[in-house]
């Protein structure tokens, strides 16, 4: 058995920061334990897009994807070099335009975190100061008064494009991050914030990264915190970071002292933040990883979820991810725009990608980690109202360190009473957690005891999950405890999800058992208005009908593949196999590939639905094709068609490379260098020819090279469109965005250099060449076809 005292939180602070709305009916502020707004505890899911690098005409679409995979605040970077590269010339014309992205996202119903610099790091370069700043004499990130004169004019601009877009004017934005990782100038933040106030920039909550124990000035600032699943600023060692493990226990330790640690002049001397003062917030749990040229993860779904899932359970009351969504650099400026050795950082980055392997990718490819995450969003939008105030509880015995794999993690957030129980089997970097069984759990508390489940379970390792209990439904009926994730409330039915493989029970008060019906569980009635179900087979037709209440009960593969949003008149499950799916309100968007997928709908649609092409508004000529292929349990299915041939890449090899590039290290660290673009010269050479009809009817068409090497690079007509640092992934490049060029005899050629299995360069040990190597295993072209479900009233 495993045991667990449940103890009340104690009462927040409130009042004490200096931050937050004085009045109003959606008015935001901050306590000690969680964010407020509207005087209800609110917990935000926040995402990371950066605008500047994401071609302009796809914001809308990219915004709806974000808030259709469960998150509702978009936070973005605002790097000084993209607006002022030469000093007085301000630009926020074209993707660099910052208003227009925010008044998108207040379109999009979502709110927003501008995080302002000066500094901002991003991987950009110089973290985002301009040249002129870079080499201005000035001691920079600092009270320099010459450093300061500086910043002034770009604040002053940077709060006349914000204007009236704050979130007590009516506009999406809630927070305003100063500087980045500044760990040793407290007044200089504090200083920032002043002008920044002063240059007329006011909203409800002003916030800083935390990590490496920063020295923030107390009570100016909700501190931020990170959480990765592997560490590109690392050296190149052979071994998963080891300090990453951290992040896949269940403790209240907030705070990771090696992101930014290779930026550091100095050792951090302060403490960090008092944390009773603050709650437990994030902004850059990692949505995946950059690789550095030295070092190149190459991350898992499960790596990501996992991580995500434990940091809730920790007591996290503002979930923030970094990136979740990916983009490409600035190249229209007189330098490129990456972090490099060159500029005297300590990683060398990729000139053009900054995909990050994140959950919608560089050119919006929809990855699996989305549907994983979406899930807990689910759980978060149905529970975060009640969750935002629990703390953690540890349970009475904890692993012993970073290196027990064997006791189980599994830890409470609770208010004494109810709660939610969390428990974590996975950890990447190929250190597999212990599978664990006949495991029950006990939770004492002032009402006493609950025990769960019935029967001994078997939690098997790489698993991830939270059980509700004692928590208020729909009426007056309360869920005791059940072995199955809350997943949402829709009117009068309750949407649970089977974890892990486990066996479902749920113990109810306030339903009768005799009122059951259904199929698919059996009930037992416990006296004292209690009363036990026992569910068979979860899926989509598990619904089991209790009166006033209904329990829909989800396998695992369906959960994980639901969207939930207002479509067609009220809120729906939308289930999509080989589908990604954005519900908003009369029309449902849908991507697929040439295998079509599968649609479900719960509930049915009221009126007749029929496919629209998003281009032309017609029916006739939209590429997809629909079907109504009956029911599927409780959801109306519909099959959707594809266009299925699709054109052969040409590749053809105009010359063979004669070795890797030569070895080089640079920066302060002297670590790895990427290779110059004259050494690529040296690499295999090969041109690429597209059919002209490849591009018919293709919202994106991405060519899918999957191959081994060590750096690539593709030019069109001689220009740097895209590149990336292999790490066992394919590379995939979005022709779509070079279609005009394409079709009318531009050339496109790509230039992969050999691996070096001597250079200092981490790349997954599985993967790792034994000898120089540059091969190309495949390439083909990828279609993804874009289309809209509306309905049509008799």
């Not at 974000?66 to 030469?86: C, K, N, P, Q, S």
């Not at 920032?192 to 002003?206: Q, V």
């Not at 995500?308 to 990916?326: P, V």
């Not at 590379?731 to 001597?758: K, Q, S, V, Y």
């Amino acid at each position: 058995m495993h045991t667990l005292t449940l103890r009340p939180p104690a009462t927040p602070l409130s009042g004490h920061l200096r931050m937050g709305e004085p009045v109003g009916p959606d008015r935001i502020h901050a306590t000690s334990t969680h964010l407020v707004r509207g005087d209800r505890p609110w917990f935000p899911v926040m995402g990371e897009m950066h605008f500047t690098r994401y071609p302009r005409d796809g914001w809308r679409e990219q915004l709806l994807s974000m808030r259709a995979g469960g998150i509702d605040v978009v936070a973005t970077y605002l790097f000084w070099h993209h607006h002022e590269e030469h000093r007085g010339t301000f630009r926020f014309d074209g993707n660099r335009d910052i208003r227009a992205f925010l008044e998108l996202v207040a379109e999009c119903g979502l709110d927003a975190v501008v995080r302002i610099g000066p500094w901002s790091h991003g991987e950009a370069r110089y973290g985002g100061f301009p040249e002129w700043v870079q080499h201005s004499g000035t001691r920079t990130r600092t009270n320099d008064p010459a450093y300061l004169d500086l910043v002034r004019p770009y604040y002053e601009r940077i709060s006349a494009e914000l204007n009236g877009l704050y979130h007590a004017q009516g506009g999406p934005i809630v927070a305003v991050q100063i500087e980045n990782e500044l760990y040793d100038q407290p007044e200089h933040l504090r200083t920032l914030k002043n002008m920044a106030h002063d240059a007329g920039i006011t909203p409800a909550l002003w916030t800083a990264t935390a990590w490496g124990m920063a020295d923030l000035p107390a009570d100016e600032f909700l501190p931020l915190y990170a959480g990765y699943p592997e560490s590109p600023w690392d050296d190149a060692h052979p071994e998963w970071a080891r300090h990453n493990r951290i992040h896949y226990f269940f403790t209240p330790l907030r705070d990771d002292h090696t992101v930014g640690a290779d930026l550091r002049r100095k050792p951090t001397a302060g403490k960090g933040p008092d944390l009773d003062r603050y709650p437990y917030a994030t902004c850059e749990l990692g949505g995946g990883v950059q690789v550095t040229y030295h070092r190149r993860p190459r991350i898992t779904p499960d790596a990501v979820a996992a991580l995500a899932l434990t940091k809730i359970g920790c007591g996290s009351a503002w979930q923030g991810y970094y990136m979740y969504q990916g983009g490409s650099n600035v190249m229209d400026a007189a330098t490129t725009m990456q972090e490099s050795l060159d500029t005297g950082y300590t990683n060398d980055l990729p000139v053009v990608s900054y995909d990050f392997q994140a959950p919608l990718g560089e050119f919006g490819q929809v990855r699996p980690v989305y549907g994983l995450l979406r899930l807990q969003h689910h759980l978060l939008a149905a529970a975060g109202e009640q969750l935002a105030p629990m703390p953690l509880v540890a349970p009475d015995r904890s692993p012993e360190g970073l290196d027990d794999r064997d006791t189980l993690r599994w830890a409470v957030r609770t208010d004494g009473t109810s709660g939610m129980l969390f428990v974590n089997t996975y950890q990447p970097g190929g250190e597999d957690l212990s599978a664990h069984s006949g495991v029950r759990f006990r939770l004492d508390g002032p009402t006493g005891p609950l025990e769960l489940p019935t029967h001994a379970v078997d939690i098997p390792s790489g698993s991830y999950f939270a059980w509700p209990f004692r928590w208020p439904l729909p009426g007056d009926a309360t869920l005791e405890w059940a072995t199955a994730q809350l997943v949402t409330v829709l009117d009068d039915t309750v949407v649970l999800a089977r974890t892990a493989g486990i066996p479902v029970e749920a113990v109810l008060h306030g339903v009768d058992a005799a009122s059951m019906r259904s199929p698919h569980a059996t009930a037992e009635d416990l006296g004292d208005g209690r009363t036990r179900l026992h569910i068979e087979n979860p899926g989509t037709g598990t619904l089991i009908d209790l009166g006033p209440l209904r329990l829909l009960v989800l396998d695992e593969d369906t959960a994980r593949h639901t969207a939930i949003g207002d479509l067609w008149g009220t809120r729906r499950l939308v289930v999509g196999h080989h589908l990604h799916l954005v519900p908003d309100g009369d029309t449902l968007h849908l991507e697929c590939g040439p295998q079509g997928g599968s649609l479900l709908v719960h509930p049915a649609p009221d009126h007749p639905v029929r496919m629209q092409d998003q281009q032309t508004d017609r029916t006739d000529s939209a590429a997809l094709r629909l079907r109504e292929a009956g029911d599927n349990g409780v959801f109306t299915r519909f099959e959707i068609d594809a266009p299925a041939d699709v054109p052969a890449v040409d590749l053809t090899e105009l010359s063979t490379a004669t070795g890797p590039a030569p070895q080089r290290a640079g920066g302060p660290l002297h670590r790895a260098a990427a290779p110059a673009p004259e050494e690529y010269t040296q690499g295999t050479v090969i041109r690429v020819g597209i059919p002209p009809e490849a591009f018919s009817q293709a919202h994106r068409l991405l060519l899918r090279l999957d191959w081994t090497g060590d750096a690539a690079r593709a030019e069109l007509d001689g220009t740097l469109v895209a590149d990336q640092f292999w790490n066992g992934d394919p590379w995939e490049i979005d022709l779509a965005r070079h279609r005009d060029a394409l079709t009318n005899g531009a050339e496109l050629i790509l230039r992969l250099l050999p691996f070096d299995p001597t250079a200092k360069i981490y790349v997954p040990e599985d993967l790792r060449p034994t000898e120089p190597t540059v091969h190309v295993t495949s390439g083909r072209l990828v279609p993804v076809y874009r289309g809209a479900l509306t309905t049509t009233a008799p």
